[in-house]
């Protein structure tokens, strides 16, 4: 007898495992909710807006694009992938293709201009929209904490 409810119990423990595992991947969501506004968001606890944006074939790598993304400008430096003059900024180096990408292996950096720290972000998305007539569109959602987010959409000129 006793066996008997041994056997039982394991069976229906096996039948609860499976169906939890069977919701949850049904039930998965991204982890990344776009806002349709311009971008803008926090970075080093300080409220941070998007004001311009540039891009060029990588230097690195030349499959990809290395993307700024800079907020209030503070001269009259020129904007275009030259950091001086422009408070905090966005950086990200992406494959040359529209899509969506999903952080995790890919990264956006958010870089403190004034304390010169820079944050890696692992968890979001970023989404280029389109590449034409030197202008690229696109959004991204990349939170790493309360101090450290952005949302929004952007679009960034040619630079090189």
Known sequence: MIRLYKI???ILTLLILASCKEKDENN????YNFKDQTLQGI?????????YGGFRTSAIDTSRYWIELYGQLETDASPCLNNKGYDDLVLMS???????????????????????INKSVYSGAVEILSVENNIM?????????DDYLVNGNFSANKCD
Request: hydrophobic fraction near 40%; aromatic fraction near 12%.
């Open 28 to 31: 998965e969501q991204p982890v």
């Open 137 to 145: 569109t696109g959004r991204i959602d990349a939170y790493l904490n």
């Open 8 to 10: 039982v119990f394991i």
């Open 43 to 51: 970075i080093g606890g300080a409220a941070w807006n998007f004001k």
């Open 94 to 116: 992406l494959p040359k293709q529209i899509g969506l990408y999903e952080l995790g292996n890919l990264q956006v950096t958010l870089y403190e201009t004034g304390n010169n």
